[in-house]
């Protein structure tokens, strides 16, 4: 199977006020939620009800093949549900769930510490597979939440997959371990909102001639999701498929560069093209920019650097979002700039309005870039944004607004 990596990076360059389009959630036709191992049903702390992993989701040799543990310890916060319990396998071991066919966020939940009284699932490694492609390979929940930015004790994997009737999700041991998971939850997505491209339905290759081949045999995990210039954004402030997006700050190269301006009260304009589920309200409300308003020539001399650690040998999908809110940034020509990706030109010449046709009307951008071994095994991802002056803009400037990345 080929691995592929999807890296969503998500520039959003707006500020608004709860418009019409705004507010026009993405309605799921599946969700579930399981809280494995658990006895009864309980909210989480958004609200959100887990079941338990009752009626047909579990063969009938369950106790066999594993068991249900509590953790003897609880670190500073790791929410209780779903991480409180879980499901300990001896052997291979699959779910099977019933589901619409289509495209569907699969996200395990994992928080590696003591189960019990003796099961330690820092030593546990195991792989995962859905409908028989691999996700996880060998994965341990400890070693990654070690490399986790920004810090945490458990760790969520968002996967993106298309089920046709049915999506059985195998969890395999390795050799002398035990295999673990905490929850497991599947929420339906737009069709081929991660596959068929950006606003223009294209994908930009950067820099290779290694295609980025997108089809139902894709497998994509969610790297990072980041809201740009702005706070964390929760699962029940997202367009109903619950995402979950994160500050930036961590990703930022210097702590001068980008500047979050404030602009009140502006409602989006959404279109066809760029539907209002494409990304919530809180994360078009900020965003960075370089700055420097009364020397803007100083922008002229860096780049607005972001960088993201990576693992190498895949293939990550990069997507920008768009929208030029600003009063004094309304018409085409006025604020170009340079996207790069790892050092490579991704688009030379980005005018948000020349090419979204407006003010508040936002766009989103698909690029895909390899990135090799040739630094390590988890070098990071560079992007930047630079003025582009050629054509003689009227403002020397660039801007961002959120960054998503996924893996599979
Ligand atoms: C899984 O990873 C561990 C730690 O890196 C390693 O010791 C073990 O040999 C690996 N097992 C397999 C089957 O690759
Ligand atoms: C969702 O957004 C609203 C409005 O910004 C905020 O008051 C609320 O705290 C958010 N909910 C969560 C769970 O973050
Ligand atoms: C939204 O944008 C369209 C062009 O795509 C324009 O015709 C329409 O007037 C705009 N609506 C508002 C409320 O600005
Ligand atoms: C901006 O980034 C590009 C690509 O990495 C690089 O070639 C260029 O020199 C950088 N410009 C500045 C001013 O740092």
């Given at each position: 199977?080929?691995?592929?990596?999807?890296?969503?990076?998500?520039?959003?360059?707006?500020?608004?006020?709860?418009?019409?389009?705004?507010?026009?959630?993405?309605?799921?036709?599946?969700?579930f939620l399981i809280n494995c191992g658990a006895t009864s049903?309980?909210?989480?702390?958004?609200?959100?009800?887990?079941?338990?992993?009752?009626?047909?989701?579990?063969?009938?040799?369950?106790?066999?093949?594993?068991?249900?543990?509590?953790?003897?310890?609880?670190?500073?916060?790791?929410?209780?549900?779903?991480?409180?319990?879980?499901?300990?396998?001896?052997?291979?071991?699959?779910?099977?769930?019933?589901?619409?066919?289509?495209?569907?966020?699969?996200?395990?939940?994992?928080?590696?510490?003591?189960?019990?009284?003796?099961?330690?699932?820092?030593?546990?490694?195991?792989?995962?597979?859905?409908?028989?492609?691999?996700?996880?390979?060998?994965?341990?929940?400890?070693?990654?939440?070690?490399?986790?930015?920004?810090?945490?004790?458990?760790?969520?994997?968002e996967f993106i997959v298309t089920a046709f009737r049915t999506?059985?999700?195998?969890?395999?041991?390795?050799?002398?371990?035990?295999?673990?998971?905490?929850?497991?939850?599947?929420?339906?997505?737009?069709?081929?909102?991660?596959?068929?491209?950006?606003?223009?339905?294209k994908i930009t290759n950067v820099g290779s001639n290694i295609?980025?081949?997108?089809?139902?045999?894709?497998?994509?995990?969610?790297?990072?999701?980041?809201?740009?210039?702005?706070?964390?954004?929760?699962?029940?402030?997202?367009?109903?498929?619950?995402?979950?997006?994160?500050?930036?700050?961590?990703?930022?190269?210097?702590?001068?560069?980008?500047?979050?301006?404030?602009?009140?009260?502006?409602?989006?304009?959404?279109?066809?093209?760029?539907?209002?589920?494409?990304?919530?309200?809180?994360?078009?409300?900020?965003?960075?920019?370089?700055?420097?308003?009364?020397?803007?020539?100083?922008?002229?001399?860096?780049?607005?650097?972001?960088?993201?650690?990576?693992?190498?040998?895949?293939?990550?999908?990069?997507?920008?979002?768009?929208?030029?809110?600003?009063?004094?940034?309304?018409?085409?020509?006025?604020?170009?700039?340079?996207?790069?990706?790892?050092?490579?030109?991704?688009?030379?010449?980005?005018?948000?309005?020349?090419?979204?046709?407006?003010?508040?009307?936002?766009?989103?951008?698909?690029?895909?870039?390899?990135?090799?071994?040739?630094?390590?095994?988890?070098?990071?991802?560079?992007?930047?944004?630079?003025?582009?002056?050629?054509?003689?803009?009227?403002?020397?400037?660039?801007?961002?607004?959120?960054?998503?990345?996924?893996?599979?």
């Amino acid at each position: 199977m080929i691995f592929n990596v999807l890296f969503g990076l998500s520039i959003l360059v707006s500020a608004t006020l709860r418009g019409e389009g705004a507010t026009a959630a993405y309605v799921p036709t599946d969700v579930f939620l399981i809280n494995c191992g658990a006895t009864s049903d309980t909210k989480d702390l958004s609200g959100r009800t887990w079941t338990t992993e009752h009626g047909n989701l579990v063969p009938w040799n369950l106790n066999d093949m594993s068991f249900a543990a509590t953790a003897s310890f609880q670190d500073f916060g790791v929410p209780l549900v779903p991480f409180m319990e879980a499901r300990i396998f001896r052997s291979e071991f699959t779910y099977t769930f019933k589901v619409s066919p289509g495209w569907k966020f699969l996200r395990l939940y994992f928080y590696p510490t003591i189960y019990g009284s003796d099961f330690n699932a820092d030593n546990s490694f195991f792989s995962v597979t859905v409908d028989g492609l691999t996700l996880l390979k060998n994965f341990s929940a400890d070693l990654t939440v070690m490399t986790l930015k920004p810090e945490s004790k458990y760790i969520i994997k968002e996967f993106i997959v298309t089920a046709f009737r049915t999506l059985r999700l195998t969890l395999t041991p390795s050799t002398d371990s035990l295999a673990f998971v905490n929850g497991v939850e599947i929420v339906s997505i737009p069709d081929r909102f991660y596959t068929k491209g950006g606003f223009d339905d294209k994908i930009t290759n950067v820099g290779s001639n290694i295609d980025f081949e997108v089809d139902d045999e894709i497998v994509l995990e969610t790297v990072y999701r980041l809201n740009v210039g702005g706070q964390m954004v929760s699962v029940v402030n997202d367009t109903g498929i619950f995402r979950q997006w994160f500050s930036d700050d961590d990703f930022l190269l210097g702590v001068n560069s980008g500047m979050k301006p404030e602009v009140p009260g502006v409602e989006l304009n959404y279109t066809e093209k760029t539907p209002a589920y494409v990304a919530p309200d809180d994360v078009y409300k900020t965003y960075r920019t370089m700055g420097n308003v009364n020397n803007p020539r100083l922008n002229l001399i860096f780049n607005l650097t972001w960088l993201f650690p990576v693992d190498a040998g895949f293939n990550y999908l990069v997507r920008l979002h768009f929208c030029e809110t600003l009063r004094e940034v309304n018409g085409p020509v006025q604020r170009v700039f340079t996207i790069f990706i790892r050092n490579q030109i991704a688009m030379l010449e980005m005018d948000v309005i020349g090419m979204s046709g407006g003010s508040r009307i936002p766009i989103y951008l698909d690029f895909s870039v390899y990135v090799g071994s040739e630094s390590g095994p988890r070098p990071d991802l560079r992007l930047e944004l630079h003025p582009y002056t050629e054509v003689t803009p009227k403002y020397y400037d660039a801007i961002l607004v959120d960054i998503s990345l996924s893996e599979a």
